[in-house]
């Protein structure tokens, strides 16, 4: 897939409009297009490639031109890909000319129309399509890279449907035809589970709703987009598997030895990946960890028990190093299976509400985001208010805390032997003995 990057041709000085061009990039090849638009670069911003709105009112009418354009060199150049070449550079300023009205003639030869005789051109809204994408840039900087990609996914999935089916995609064809044939589209086409259908068309709502505020549609009724969630299964381990890891042999790979250490300091403190890799020196505060989550942006304050302590001075110093959420996750399915957390586990998946069961062991599925769940499953079993908790692990709701209390099956036991003490086991005869109901036989005599 080719990459589309804008900057400007001369970013200095700040107060002297220049050029935007685009950079296609594919298979080593870059082709630049000026895009018939000039800017100060004050007004610009360069990481988010967009034009800045603060002081420029016309900031949100070029980003969407620009969105459009985008799109259009993107199509053009998945039309060429499709047809077997790769589009020139011509081809591709082409595809982002504006199409002109041409004005009528006026009747007779050699003469020259009147000044009213000559039709304006008409005003071209962007597409749907279009419009979502301009939505999700204006999102860059408000809102998780996650959910950015997210609506580039969901925005790949309405083009392949389009090109699928055929369908005319507009705000005024988001019908409950649109809706059967689209989900359909996503069961069968990129086969997708129950749970991501439900979150592409989260995305499109959000984006609809978006759509109404601004005027774009008058339509209303995008809530009934819907497909039912699945509650996914949550992974956690025992103290006994974080013992485990604790324990590992790990001094011939310093890397799985970084990535074990960065897996328990998540493990102690409850931290997501993204504040993992965020904390800082200042963030330390005594006994206490207390930083602003990057996903909720809510204060949180984590008392550290002696072990987190230990790990977060060998972070500062530089001991212990981040590293990329993939490659952390990669290194610790290696760390889980030489720590032998070969305990199976069931996985279901749902695809149009009919379950697909899978087995895999524990280290096959182990993640970053394992040990925030293990922090609040274990903080729970030792007995820990839900309150407390959540305050600490920064949960705004219990609904959503609530699919992190996942106790594991010895809190069970070891809670129900605290009240009725240890059951001791029926031997084997006399369990047949008592099934059966009979008398137990006879000694028999000398």
Not at 255 to 283: I, K
């Amino acid at each position: 897939m080719a990459s589309i990057t804008l900057f400007l041709k001369n970013p200095t000085p700040v107060d002297k409009k220049t050029p935007i061009i685009a950079r296609l990039a594919h298979g080593g090849i870059k082709t630049k297009i000026y895009l018939g638009i000039s800017i100060e670069p004050r007004q610009w911003q360069q990481d988010e490639q967009l034009v800045k709105s603060r002081g420029n009112a016309q900031a949100g009418r070029l980003n969407l031109i620009l969105a459009a354009m985008r799109t259009r060199l993107e199509n053009c150049f998945l039309d060429g890909v499709a047809a077997g070449f790769l589009p020139t550079a011509e081809q591709l300023r082409q595809a982002i000319e504006p199409e002109v009205a041409q004005p009528e003639r006026a009747r007779g030869v050699g003469t020259r129309p009147e000044p009213e005789a000559i039709a304006e051109p008409a005003l071209v809204r962007p597409s749907l399509l279009d419009e979502f994408i301009a939505w999700n840039e204006q999102l860059r900087g408000r809102m998780r890279p996650a959910t950015l990609q997210t609506n580039t996914t969901c925005i790949n999935h309405l083009r392949g449907f389009m090109a699928r089916t055929g369908y005319l995609l507009a705000f005024d064809t988001l019908t409950p035809a649109f809706d059967a044939k689209f989900c359909n589209y996503l069961l069968t086409v990129p086969k997708l589970t129950d749970n991501a259908i439900a979150k592409n068309l989260i995305r499109l709502n959000c984006f609809l709703r978006y759509a109404h505020a601004q005027g774009l549609t008058e339509r209303r009724d995008f809530e009934r987009l819907k497909w039912k969630h699945q509650t996914p299964d949550i992974l956690v381990l025992t103290r006994h598997e974080v013992q485990a890891l604790e324990q590992v042999e790990l001094t011939d790979a310093p890397a799985l030895a970084n990535a074990r250490d960065l897996f328990l300091l998540a493990c102690y403190t409850g931290l997501r990946y993204s504040d993992l890799v965020s904390v800082r020196p200042e963030h330390r505060q005594g006994n206490n960890l207390r930083l602003r989550a990057v996903k909720t942006r809510e204060l949180v304050t984590i008392p550290l028990r002696p072990a987190s302590g230990v790990l977060l001075d060998r972070l500062f110093a530089g001991e212990v190093h981040n590293i990329s959420n993939q490659k952390l996750n990669d290194y610790l399915k290696e760390v889980g299976q030489r720590a032998q957390l070969n305990t199976l586990v069931e996985r279901v998946r749902y695809r149009s509400g009919r379950p697909e069961n899978q087995t895999f062991t524990k280290w096959q599925l182990l993640t970053c985001h394992t040990a925030r769940r293990t922090f609040v499953t274990l903080a729970l079993e030792q007995g820990i208010p839900n309150q407390i908790v959540m305050q600490v692990s920064g949960h705004k709701t219990f609904s959503a805390f609530s699919r992190y209390i996942n106790l594991a099956q010895s809190a069970v036991t070891d809670a129900f032997e605290a009240v009725y003490g240890q059951i001791e086991s029926v031997p084997p005869a006399a369990e047949e003995i008592a099934m059966r109901h009979e008398e137990p036989p006879l000694p028999k005599h000398c």
